[in-house]
């Protein structure tokens, strides 16, 4: 394990910089870190996943890399049950340094929090009948905080529109990502997580039309992952962003078993952008 300086940070420090930031992941899938294609979970058939990766380190080695390299903000997140005792250990490793998500809910966002997670992760918990759950949101808001929350507005593309997708991708909701929804929901979190859920896990290119409109109409960060494959859809994120995007790269990862982008390279072109 290379270390390379590791620094503390407080848990719900947000880390400014300049220019587009590298996220890391930690997707956590029956206990072991793994890299899958998203769209293939489905919980009435479980054994259908699309598993493109399985690690054969565990999720305390990720996030001490990730902390080695202090790369602030990645996710871990729990796809399914079993997953708990591996994203604690993920934390525990650098304690304020990584988010968490994957069944995140009012009852157990504060719990995760002092488990060392800097933001919890929600998603289909502040949907309900297809719509945003004002209540259930406001709930969360009152609980921990806007400045520990990240909304996963997680998106596939329907007629012209993108729509929010929730309940592991397969449920349409009503919701059309907007820039008059942004702005509502900004203020009720502190971060957007962005998947592009039909090319996630693929490693075939990223949806630039989502990235364009995320640069133009997000007020406050936002991180944008899926089919991003190397050092050249990263430098088109940056472009079309306008710098203002971060991203997370799985499956292409050599990290993960890619073939098609080095995870120090990653880190050196953040790093000279100055993110």
């Known amino acids: ?22 996220r890391p992941c930690i997707d956590l899938h029956r206990g072991v870190v793994k890299q899958i294609v998203g769209s293939t979970l489905n919980d009435d058939r479980p054994d259908d996943v699309k598993i493109n990766f399985t690690a054969d380190k565990s999720s305390a080695w990720f996030a001490e890399l990730y902390r080695s390299d202090n790369l602030v903000g990645g996710h ?38 002092d488990r060392g997670a800097s933001h919890v992760i929600v998603t289909s918990y502040v949907f309900t009948d297809g719509r945003v759950d004002v209540r259930r949101l406001s709930e969360l808001v009152k609980a921990v905080g806007r400045e520990r929350i990240v909304l996963d507005l997680s998106c596939r593309k329907k007629d012209e529109d993108y729509y929010i997708v929730t309940d592991r ?12 929804l942004l702005e509502t ?11 592009g859920a039909d090319v996630e896990g693929k490693c075939g ?27 050249v859809d990263m430098q088109l994120i940056r472009d079309i ?35």
């Not at 991708?169 to 008059?180: G, R």
């Not at 929901?185 to 998947?195: K, N």
């Open 1 to 22: 394990m290379k270390r390379r300086g590791a620094v503390e940070h407080p848990a719900f420090l947000f880390m400014g910089g300049e220019g587009m930031r590298f």
């Open 76 to 113: 871990v997140i729990k796809l399914g049950p079993g997953n708990d005792d591996a994203a604690e250990k993920a934390l525990a490793a650098w304690p304020g340094g990584m988010q968490i998500g994957g069944g995140i809910s009012v009852e157990n966002a504060g719990e995760w929090l």
């Open 169 to 180: 991708w397969q449920k349409f909701t009503d919701v059309a990502i907007s820039p008059e």
């Open 185 to 195: 929901l900004a203020s009720s979190c502190d971060e957007f997580l962005v998947h």
């Open 205 to 231: 290119g990223v949806e630039i039309e989502l990235v364009k409109i995320l640069a133009d109409w997000s007020p406050i960060p936002t991180t944008y992952a899926g089919g991003i494959r190397d050092l």
């Open 241 to 275: 962003g306008k710098n203002r995007i971060d991203a997370t790269i799985g499956s292409g990862l050599d990290i993960f078993g890619g073939t098609t982008v080095a995870y120090d390279d990653v880190v050196l072109f953040c790093r000279e952008d100055g993110g």
